[in-house]
């Protein structure tokens, strides 16, 4: 069975890219502005011949098949270039479903007068084509998972800088929900710093932290206890009105570490701390 | 079998553990270091681990109770030069050494017990400066 449609797509196949593409250049979904035609032709030329080869091994309905993966990998590249292109994923899709019109109507013009055995082509082709395009929207979104990875990852290398603010006192300014992930390399990168500068002092600024809850508070908590393992004492500073309330009520034990409202006042300690003065004529020098 | 060994500075004893710990080499320190700062009348101790990339559980309670030894006999024990790495562990091992003294290097350490214990007196009979 169905060895019809694999026949057609050899025979019929200059009618058919005709038509289809005749199709999707008068479609709403055809974008001008992202893709010239011929590069749609090239495409569409790829797809044909790459679906024509693979039904003809009377496979209809497993596209994982190995012989259809020059198909898989063919539309993972389509979806991939299209998602960069600015399509969007009913346009990517509408791709491969806009191959249904032009194949049904090649099956029609077949001269098959066996309305069950047509009916069966039919269904066959349109699960299959479903189950390809699927897969073209299932690529897309992979893609596009894979750009929001990468630049998590990047906010991750950029959202935790340790600046050294005076001799031997570091400043950490924490921007953004703390997670476990964060928590891990911001602790490392503090010890890291900590061993280089040989600083006794760091202040971790949580103003840029929006909301504080145990999580978030236990995962503080775990960086000043390995800073202080270390031999380096922190400061916690940049606690709003609000979080000092909430951590209150959340019940959570900040008496082992010196809270500071401000990074200046933090600041201020710390040079206390480290025996300089800080009368104001001390910084005008 | 091997023994780690215990340099003495002045009224400060200077261990520095550079091999990985097992329970005899962590026994056999404790009684070796208990004995010297009885014997020198030690005022401080510095335990320096910066050569160890690796320590578990075990070695995080021996360091405590290394320190609170040294306390009983009227020496304050300060650990010298933790890894990151180390700290971290020590840290996701729920072990945070709490009163045990740390610093960042020997440097600082000894300035650190400096700071709690004075300088040592000197006296006429005081042969060692």
């Known amino acids: ?285 | 079998m091997d023994r780690i060994p215990i340099l003495r500075m002045g009224d400060l004893l200077l261990v520095t553990i550079q091999v990985d710990m097992h329970d005899r080499l962590a026994s056999a320190l404790q009684d070796d270091l208990t004995g010297q700062i009885a014997e020198v009348s030690a005022k401080g101790v510095l335990i320096d681990i910066s050569s160890l990339d690796i320590v578990d559980s075990f070695i995080g309670r021996m360091l405590a109770n290394t320190s609170a030894m040294a306390r009983v006999l009227g020496a304050e024990a300060v650990v010298v030069g933790m890894q990151p790495a180390v700290a971290i562990t020590l840290v996701e091992l729920g072990v945070n050494l709490s009163g045990v003294h740390t610093a960042l290097d020997v440097e600082k350490g000894v300035e650190m017990l400096r700071n709690r214990i004075g300088f040592p007196e000197r006296d006429d009979t005081d042969v060692r400066f």
């Open chain 1, 1 to 285: 069975m169905n060895t019809s449609i694999a026949n057609l797509l050899v025979s019929q196949r200059n009618e058919i890219f005709q038509e289809w593409m005749h199709q999707q250049l008068s479609s709403e979904a055809m974008r001008a502005d992202l893709i010239s035609e011929a590069d749609l032709r090239t495409e569409s030329d790829r797809f044909l011949e790459v679906i024509s080869r693979a039904v003809q091994s009377g496979n209809f309905n497993d596209i994982r098949a190995p012989e259809y993966k020059p198909v898989l990998e063919m539309l993972e590249r389509f979806s991939r270039s299209r998602g960069f292109q600015g399509f969007t994923p009913s346009e990517t899709a509408t791709f491969v479903f806009s191959f249904k019109q032009p194949l049904f109507n090649a099956l029609r013009k077949s001269g098959n007068s066996e309305p069950a055995e047509q009916i069966e082509n039919v269904w066959a082709a349109n699960l299959l084509i479903d189950k390809l395009g699927l897969y073209t929207t299932e690529m897309y979104q992979q893609s596009r998972e894979e750009v929001i990875r990468r630049q998590q990852e990047e906010m991750l290398e950029l959202s935790t800088p340790v600046v050294q603010i005076w001799e031997g006192i570091l400043a950490l300014p924490l921007i953004g929900t703390l997670d476990s992930a964060r928590t891990s390399v911001m602790m490392e990168t503090l010890l890291q710093k900590i061993v280089e500068t040989r600083s006794e002092l760091a202040i971790i600024d949580i103003t840029g932290v929006p909301t504080v809850d145990t999580l978030v508070a236990q995962h503080l908590l775990k960086t000043v206890a390995a800073a202080r393992l270390m031999g380096a004492d922190c400061l916690i500073s940049g606690i709003r009105p609000q979080i000092a309330q909430t951590m209150v009520h959340l019940q959570i034990d900040l008496s082992e570490v010196t809270t500071k409202a401000t990074l200046a006042e933090a600041l201020r300690f710390a040079l206390k701390r480290s025996g300089r003065a800080t009368q104001s004529k001390d910084f005008r020098e």
